[in-house]
């Protein structure tokens, strides 16, 4: 039998403490999702931010930017940007000043198990 669950809300958030490529999100077995990710400057510098959807068994590169290097203004909120992720897809963040940039992944989360 195939059972199918689906849930609409949060999915993944952070705010990296770091400017070098961070993990969101990694999409569990069995699991896929339709998710709107939304970027916010929480600081008072301009920023820049670079987003990666990277499928299963690949690594970070730049064949696999969703965005790269955009500039946020400080105390906004950005472009959203619709992601797909498949089993084992991971989403990837980082940007230009540490602890200021976050990032915020919502939407649809569909479950297929089979017993």
């Known amino acids: 039998m195939i059972t199918k669950t689906s849930e609409r809300g949060w999915i993944a958030s952070q705010c990296p403490a770091v400017t070098t490529s961070t993990l969101l999100y990694t999409a569990p077995a069995n699991t896929e999702i339709d998710g709107v990710l939304r970027i ?13 959807h990277v499928p299963t068994g690949q690594s970070v590169g730049q064949a696999y930017y ?41 939407g649809n989360t569909r479950v297929t198990t089979i017993s």
């Not at 916010?40 to 990666?52: D, E, P, V």
């Open 40 to 52: 916010a400057n929480t600081g008072i510098l301009q920023a820049t931010y670079t987003i990666s």
């Open 66 to 106: 969703l965005a790269y290097n955009i500039t946020i203004s400080p105390s906004s909120v950005t472009n959203e940007f619709s992601v797909h992720c498949g089993p084992g897809d991971m989403i990837y963040i980082s940007s230009s000043v540490a602890n200021t940039v976050t990032f915020h992944l919502s």
